[in-house]
């Protein structure tokens, strides 16, 4: 079929096209640089060491398992935290709140989504660390609570906005045949609505993890930076260190091609990793739900 | 090329009525059309359409009109069809044919020679006046004399001038619904086609709107040739000259007006036509 | 108790504001925004911070933008459902989910040192480009598809080619919504301190970008530096620089949200 008029058109098309393709030329190519430098760690560093529990790169100790944790303590706290509140709210904001909360809650959410990760690092040290210091009689205010709750505050914002526009995408006919039946408001939100959105919502925290275990100027201010390991559930106000606070901390003072050098990209893939495992995860979720509901709703 | 067969009105093998081939101007034969999903396909339809009349396909919903309409623009080019077979042959007006289905057709030089209107009015974005010259600004027009011309002529024709000449800068949008259905027609008469393809043009305007539509029609198919799927029995009744019911996809048959609507020769024509189903 | 949960969230969310505000006002002045910091930090303004990051965002925009904006109209307007259409969503997704500092990684490894571009403002836009690309890509593509699939039916009807109906009617009709995604995902860049940190950034420098290829200071990066590695900094100092930061954010999200609520008025259908 003929589709195109003359040569710029057809040219246009052509540039069109390449664009299109180009994002899968980019993420190919990040995966490429970063096996590139990192895997060299395989070789030049023993396997097992890299897994020990010693990260000291000055003495060449490259225990990668400190960091592994502190990531991890600091996500799971900040999921913890983040998880009930923000899917409170998105109930509220999508099934309860009046129009004129709803029309100042949204975009003040979306403020918070805006807040550079440097700027809620700058008031944890100046103001929440110091404070929970006081509070809670710590030797330091800067640990892992104190990154969780953080983190929790910049992913808030991913979870609120991407639950809610999944609750607010379940049809009004669920609810209004819910409460035909005789179910109270609370009981149909529980009950109907909460469940039909279920995919969105498990996006919506997928992605607010994904968020939480990559970002790196609030953890690298307020965690301390000790990279130590986990003994106990008191060990939770001490310090850590996470993956991507050591590369961001670190990369600057590493020689190109240098081991340390190498293991920070290593512990690059593995981030990267990370992050490809949850995205692939949600993304395969919703198709997974959206075929579902095609089959159920035509 | 088409092949020979009666050149005097009569009728064909199956009993259908045929018209002389020199009057027509479009001819289909054999067409048959799968799409995708299995939904509005097209079972073996042959029907001539002739020139400067108004031929009317009328049946219940999901027969093939609105399939047959979009095949004879090649507007299916743009949905999921997975079979097409059979010629469709558009005349111009030294009776050389031209088989729509070619793959190498020229699909745009088509769309300016055969003009749709569809069910909703859907008026571009834009002001009325570049609404009907969006298309001749698209073919490579910008003589704005040439332009407003073809503003003038194919609103009087659409019987719109008087009510909008004077805010033709104004959005499409702001009309109302009869008037953009108007619009609408206007805007396929502004390349000036030969034959105008209208899809229920009126379904969901009101008595009047629908009334001006018709004997716009009345006075267009001296020029244009019409081809017409009225959303009503009674509209079919009240503009045909010919007719052809469709019914799953299969033309039943097919005659003039008077013929069908009065004396249909087939029982399920006559059973829709007395509203038995529908 | 749903509404003490949703005021659990905004209470905190207002007293960030507030409290950078009023600490951060005094700081705040003519001088400090035009004037070079004097005193290893300790005093003077920030004015290289801003303009770095003006020239970092505006070279992500010059470069992101026509790539997004392109790959968006491919993904919405040419093509077709397959194998390789599928793949091209799948690394969108995942470029979004990339950790900033993997980013930054990148960028190191790729600009700075492979094509030796050196810390520059160029490396800079470079990675920031791509981090935001799948942001622009999604807005973008949202608001093509937001656009009534009728308009192109009747304008491939009257003899346009795709082409053309998308340059005349759906581009425009898209454009709030596109502008609205473009100021959101610069806003993010503007606030993204990892990815800059091995590839523009540097601590200090006496005077003003001259090309592409110097390095800069850029805001989020000087907040950073000054809150934790200038001893004895004066806070109200640290304060006026968050809040100048924060003040561009919080400008662009209004930004943002006034044109998409005027294209949302202004819509012909």
């Given at each position: 079929?003929?589709?195109?008029?003359?040569?710029?058109?057809?040219?246009?098309?052509?540039?069109?096209?390449?664009?299109?393709?180009?994002?899968?030329?980019?993420?190919?190519?990040?995966?490429?640089?970063?096996?590139?430098?990192?895997?060299?760690?395989?070789?030049?560093?023993?396997?097992?060491?890299?897994?020990?529990?010693?990260?000291?790169?000055?003495?060449?100790?490259?225990?990668?398992?400190?960091?592994?944790?502190?990531?991890?303590?600091?996500?799971?706290?900040?999921?913890?935290?983040?998880?009930?509140?923000?899917?409170?709210?998105?109930?509220?904001?999508?099934?309860?709140?009046?129009?004129?909360?709803?029309?100042?809650?949204?975009?003040?959410?979306?403020?918070?989504?805006g807040?550079?990760?440097?700027?809620?690092?700058?008031?944890?040290?100046?103001?929440?660390?110091?404070?929970?210091?006081?509070?809670?009689?710590?030797?330091?205010?800067?640990?892992?609570?104190?990154?969780?709750?953080?983190?929790?505050?910049?992913?808030?914002?991913?979870?609120?906005?991407?639950?809610?526009?999944?609750?607010?995408?379940?049809?009004?006919?669920?609810?209004?045949?819910?409460?035909?039946?005789?179910?109270?408001?609370?009981?149909?939100?529980?009950?109907?609505?909460?469940?039909?959105?279920?995919?969105?919502?498990?996006?919506?925290?997928?992605?607010?993890?994904?968020?939480?275990?990559?970002?790196?100027?609030?953890?690298?201010?307020?965690?301390?930076?000790?990279?130590?390991?986990?003994?106990?559930?008191?060990?939770?106000?001490?310090?850590?260190?996470?993956?991507?606070?050591?590369?961001?901390?670190?990369?600057?003072?590493?020689?190109?091609?240098?081991?340390?050098?190498?293991?920070?990209?290593?512990?690059?893939?593995?981030?990267?990793?990370?992050?490809?495992?949850?995205?692939?995860?949600?993304?395969?979720?919703?198709?997974?739900?959206?075929?579902?509901?095609?089959?159920?709703?035509? | 090329?088409?092949?020979?067969?009666?050149?005097?009105?009569?009728?064909?093998?199956?009993?259908?009525?045929?018209?002389?081939?020199?009057?027509?101007?479009?001819?289909?034969?054999?067409?048959?059309?799968?799409?995708?999903?299995?939904?509005?396909?097209?079972?073996?339809?042959?029907?001539?359409?002739?020139?400067?009349?108004?031929?009317?396909?009328?049946?219940?919903?999901?027969?093939?009109?609105?399939?047959?309409?979009?095949?004879?623009?090649?507007?299916?080019?743009?949905?999921?069809?997975?079979?097409?077979?059979?010629?469709?042959?558009?005349?111009?007006?030294?009776?050389?044919?031209?088989?729509?289905?070619?793959?190498?057709?020229?699909?745009?030089?088509?769309?300016?020679?055969?003009?749709?209107?569809?069910?909703?009015?859907?008026?571009?974005?834009?002001?009325?006046?570049?609404?009907?010259?969006?298309?001749?600004?698209?073919?490579?027009?910008?003589?704005?004399?040439?332009?407003?011309?073809?503003?003038?002529?194919?609103?009087?024709?659409?019987?719109?001038?008087?009510?909008?000449?004077?805010?033709?800068?104004?959005?499409?949008?702001?009309?109302?619904?009869?008037?953009?259905?108007?619009?609408?027609?206007?805007?396929?008469?502004?390349?000036?086609?030969?034959?105008?393809?209208?899809?229920?043009?009126?379904?969901?305007?009101?008595?009047?709107?629908?009334?001006?539509?018709?004997?716009?029609?009345?006075?267009?198919?001296?020029?244009?040739?019409?081809?017409?799927?009225?959303?009503?029995?009674?509209?079919?009744?009240?503009?045909?000259?010919?007719?052809?019911?469709?019914?799953?996809?299969?033309?039943?048959?097919?005659?003039?007006?008077?013929?069908?609507?009065?004396?249909?020769?087939?029982?399920?024509?006559?059973?829709?036509?007395?509203?038995?189903?529908? | 108790?749903?509404?003490?949960?949703?005021?659990?969230?905004?209470?905190?969310?207002?007293?960030?504001?507030?409290?950078?505000?009023?600490?951060?006002?005094?700081?705040?002045?003519?001088?400090?925004?035009?004037?070079?910091?004097?005193?290893?930090?300790?005093?003077?303004?920030?004015?290289?911070?801003?303009?770095?990051?003006?020239?970092?965002t505006?070279?992500?925009a010059?470069?992101?933008i026509?790539?997004?904006?392109?790959?968006?109209?491919?993904?919405?307007?040419?093509?077709?459902?397959?194998?390789?259409?599928?793949?091209?969503?799948?690394?969108?997704?995942?470029?979004?989910?990339?950790?900033?500092?993997?980013?930054?990684?990148?960028?190191?490894?790729?600009?700075?040192?492979?094509?030796?571009?050196?810390?520059?403002?160029?490396?800079?836009?470079?990675?920031?480009?791509?981090?935001t690309?799948?942001v622009f890509?999604?807005t973008?593509?949202?608001?093509?598809?937001?656009?009534?699939?009728?308009?192109?039916?009747?304008?491939?009807?009257?003899?346009?080619?795709?082409?053309?109906?998308?340059?005349?009617?759906?581009?425009?009709?898209?454009?709030p919504g596109i502008l609205t995604g473009v100021i959101l995902g610069l806003e993010r860049a503007v606030?993204?301190?990892?990815?800059?940190?091995?590839?523009?950034?540097?601590?200090?420098?006496?005077?003003?970008?001259?090309?592409?290829?110097?390095?800069?200071?850029?805001?989020?990066?000087?907040?950073?530096?000054?809150?934790?590695?200038?001893?004895?900094?004066?806070?109200?100092?640290?304060?006026?620089?968050?809040?100048?930061?924060?003040?561009?954010i919080?400008g662009m999200n209004i930004l943002a949200t006034f044109i998409r609520?005027?294209?949302?008025?202004?819509?012909?259908?």
């Amino acid at each position: 079929m003929q589709e195109t008029q003359n040569w710029s058109e057809f040219i246009i098309t052509r540039l069109i096209k390449i664009a299109g393709y180009s994002a899968i030329v980019f993420i190919g190519a990040i995966f490429f640089f970063l096996l590139k430098e990192g895997l060299n760690a395989l070789t030049e560093v023993q396997f097992s060491a890299l897994f020990s529990d010693r990260w000291y790169p000055i003495e060449g100790y490259y225990g990668l398992f400190p960091l592994l944790e502190g990531s991890l303590i600091v996500t799971i706290g900040a999921t913890l935290i983040s998880v009930p509140i923000g899917m409170g709210t998105a109930v509220f904001i999508a099934e309860v709140a009046p129009r004129w909360a709803r029309d100042i809650l949204k975009p003040l959410v979306e403020v918070l989504g805006g807040i550079p990760s440097v700027v809620l690092g700058f008031l944890g040290i100046l103001v929440f660390a110091p404070y929970l210091r006081i509070l809670l009689k710590l030797p330091t205010g800067l640990s892992a609570f104190t990154g969780s709750v953080l983190l929790a505050a910049m992913s808030l914002p991913t979870i609120v906005s991407i639950a809610e526009d999944a609750l607010d995408a379940v049809p009004r006919s669920y609810r209004n045949a819910s409460l035909a039946l005789g179910a109270t408001e609370w009981q149909t939100i529980w009950n109907v609505t909460v469940p039909a959105a279920r995919s969105g919502i498990v996006t919506a925290i997928m992605l607010g993890i994904g968020r939480t275990i990559g970002e790196t100027m609030t953890v690298m201010m307020v965690t301390g930076n000790a990279g130590v390991l986990f003994k106990g559930v008191a060990s939770f106000f001490n310090p850590v260190r996470t993956m991507t606070a050591t590369i961001a901390a670190e990369m600057g003072e590493v020689a190109t091609g240098s081991i340390h050098y190498h293991v920070l990209f290593f512990i690059g893939i593995v981030l990267f990793m990370f992050s490809l495992v949850i995205n692939i995860t949600a993304y395969a979720f919703v198709i997974r739900t959206r075929k579902r509901s095609e089959r159920i709703l035509s | 090329m088409p092949r020979s067969s009666a050149l005097e009105p009569g009728h064909d093998d199956n009993g259908n009525f045929k018209t002389e081939r020199n009057m027509d101007k479009i001819v289909i034969e054999n067409l048959s059309l799968i799409y995708s999903d299995g939904a509005e396909s097209l079972k073996n339809v042959s029907i001539n359409i002739p020139v400067n009349t108004t031929t009317v396909l009328f049946g219940p919903a999901g027969g093939g009109k609105s399939t047959l309409l979009r095949v004879i623009n090649r507007l299916n080019d743009l949905a999921d069809v997975i079979h097409i077979s059979g010629n469709v042959l558009l005349a111009d007006n030294t009776n050389n044919f031209t088989n729509i289905l070619d793959p190498q057709l020229d699909v745009i030089a088509l769309r300016r020679r055969v003009g749709m209107v569809f069910a909703r009015p859907i008026v571009l974005p834009l002001s009325i006046h570049d609404n009907l010259t969006y298309g001749l600004e698209m073919a490579g027009e910008n003589d704005k004399m040439r332009l407003n011309e073809a503003v003038e002529r194919s609103l009087q024709q659409a019987a719109l001038w008087d009510e909008v000449k004077d805010r033709l800068d104004d959005p499409a949008a702001a009309l109302s619904g009869g008037q953009q259905q108007r619009l609408c027609l206007a805007r396929s008469l502004a390349f000036e086609p030969e034959v105008i393809l209208l899809d229920e043009p009126t379904s969901g305007l009101d008595p009047i709107s629908t009334g001006k539509v018709e004997s716009s029609i009345q006075e267009l198919k001296k020029l244009y040739t019409i081809v017409l799927v009225p959303h009503s029995v009674q509209q079919a009744a009240r503009t045909a000259d010919f007719a052809a019911f469709f019914l799953q996809g299969e033309m039943v048959e097919y005659g003039p007006g008077e013929t069908i609507f009065i004396n249909p020769r087939d029982e399920r024509t006559a059973s829709y036509i007395e509203g038995r189903f529908g | 108790m749903l509404t003490l949960i949703a005021v659990i969230t905004v209470v905190p969310i207002i007293a960030i504001i507030i409290h950078i505000f009023m600490q951060g006002m005094s700081a705040v002045s003519w001088e400090f925004l035009t004037s070079f910091p004097r005193d290893g930090m300790q005093a003077g303004g920030i004015l290289p911070a801003i303009v770095g990051t003006f020239f970092l965002t505006l070279g992500t925009a010059i470069i992101s933008i026509p790539l997004s904006i392109g790959a968006a109209i491919y993904l919405a307007e040419y093509a077709p459902e397959n194998r390789w259409t599928r793949a091209i969503r799948i690394a969108i997704i995942n470029l979004a989910g990339i950790p900033s500092v993997v980013y930054g990684l990148f960028g190191l490894g790729l600009f700075v040192i492979f094509l030796n571009i050196g810390t520059s403002i160029l490396a800079g836009c470079l990675t920031l480009s791509i981090m935001t690309l799948p942001v622009f890509i999604s807005t973008s593509e949202q608001a093509f598809k937001s656009v009534p699939h009728s308009f192109r039916v009747v304008s491939i009807s009257l003899g346009a080619t795709r082409w053309q109906t998308i340059r005349r009617i759906v581009l425009p009709q898209a454009q709030p919504g596109i502008l609205t995604g473009v100021i959101l995902g610069l806003e993010r860049a503007v606030g993204e301190t990892a990815p800059i940190l091995f590839t523009a950034a540097a601590f200090f420098l006496p005077q003003l970008p001259n090309s592409p290829f110097d390095p800069t200071m850029a805001l989020p990066y000087h907040l950073f530096v000054i809150s934790t590695q200038v001893p004895g900094m004066p806070i109200e100092l640290q304060y006026g620089t968050a809040l100048v930061l924060l003040t561009f954010i919080i400008g662009m999200n209004i930004l943002a949200t006034f044109i998409r609520s005027r294209a949302r008025a202004r819509r012909q259908w």
